[in-house]
Each structure stands twice: as C-alpha cells, then as structure tokens.
C-alpha cells in the first residue's frame, strides 16, 4: 500500500476539467488513451491526492476489455465486459474525461437499456499471468460455452438450461413461440438428461469439452 509522502494531501474528490462532474475515490471513470483511435481506458479511482503543486493525481484500479488480456476476446464476452485487473498506476487526474458505471454481472444482465456508459465485470484478471477469477464459470446450451449476456437464449421447461436458438437450429422468433420451450433432449422420448458441467476460462486448457 503506498503511503502518502510529504507535501502530497489526500482530496475527497476531483471534478473533472470543463465540467460539473465530481469524481470520488470508488468511482469508475474513462481515461484518455495514449493512441486517440482507441476507446477510452477504464478504470476504478482508489485515491485522489494533490501534490504541492496542486498537481491533482488519481490512483486508479484498471479494467482490462477482453482484447488486451492475454487470451484475448472469446465468443463468450460480451461488448461491455471488462476485466477488473491487479494493475494500478498513479495518473494526471487530467486524462480523466468522464464517468462511467461498472455493473456486476447480475445487474447488468437486468438492465432495461445499456447505456454508452454502462459496462459489467464478472471476473477479476492477472496482467502478468492472464489468469482469471474464478477460473470456472457454468456453462449453457449444447455449445456449452459461458454466458454472453449479448446473445438472447431461450430457457427449457424441462431441463431449466438455457439454449441459444441457433444451436437448436431456429430462429429467436421460432423459438418466443415455443411455449413452453424444450430441447432436443427434454423433447426426446428417454429425457436423457445432460449434466450440467463447468468452464475452464483460461485459453490453454479449453479444447476439451466438445462431445456434441
Ligand atoms: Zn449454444
Ligand atoms: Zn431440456
């Protein structure tokens, strides 16, 4: 943990340049990239302090976006997800631009609209290792991947998994109209029930679970 040194002071808050939005240590904020074609950096301030200079600098907690970690973006994130990372840094409180929210996974798959500026985390991520936390998340459908809160999948009666209509060879629209829905396997005379299984996040040990 840094300490503050001599001749800095802790500040409650920032508001940033050309505004009259107030920024406070636990806020999510967007930062001006180094390369302007790129979108904004995000990331959570942890202080705000000022030097003697009155120098404002804000120590910011990152969020990766799934294209900067190591196995880079999968079928499986979605447009608005972000990683919370184990990278800090100490910035110009001037790169800040504005404000932004960081959903948890749950509220965000329940927003009404997702705004510009809403985005969701639901795994913490090592910049060194590309590891993730957890390492496992529930699969669904028979592709078995992770869920992409961007792609709309339809919910068995049966079995209560959940299927994106693709993999069960329809349209969203021929699907809404199978009420109740079931899948093949609900739908089939044994019933064979699949078992629901979990997915390994990291890139390298992915492969394995193909069997359909
Ligand atoms: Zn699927
Ligand atoms: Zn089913």
Not at 45 to 51: G, S, T
Not at 72 to 88: C, M, N, T
Not at 179 to 205: M, N, Y
């Amino acid at each position: 943990m840094a300490k503050t040194k001599p001749g800095k002071k802790d500040l409650d808050s920032y508001t940033i340049k050309g505004t009259n939005k107030v920024v406070r240590p636990g806020d999510y904020v967007l930062m001006k990239p180094s390369d302007s074609d790129k979108p904004p950096y995000v990331a959570r301030v942890e202080k705000i302090e000022a030097d003697h200079r009155n120098n404002v600098k804000v120590r910011v907690r990152w969020y990766y976006r799934p294209e900067e970690s190591i196995g880079g973006r999968r079928q499986f994130h979605g447009a608005k997800e972000l990683f919370l990372s184990d990278h800090y840094d100490l910035q110009s409180a001037h790169t800040i631009e504005g404000k932004c929210i960081v959903h948890s996974f749950k509220s965000y798959t329940k927003l009404e609209n997702v705004g510009s500026k809403d985005y969701f985390c639901r795994f913490e991520y090592k910049a060194a290792t590309g590891g993730f936390t957890p390492d496992r998340v529930a699969v669904y459908c028979k592709c078995e991947m992770p869920y992409n809160p961007d792609d709309l999948m339809v919910q068995c009666e049966g079995c209560k998994d959940w299927f994106h209509p693709s993999c069960m060879g329809m349209t969203i629209e021929e699907a809404k109209k199978l009420d109740p829905f079931l899948c093949s396997d609900c739908s089939s005379e044994d019933g064979a029930k699949r078992p629901l299984s979990s997915f390994h996040v990291e890139p390298k040990v992915e492969s394995k679970r193909r069997k359909r």
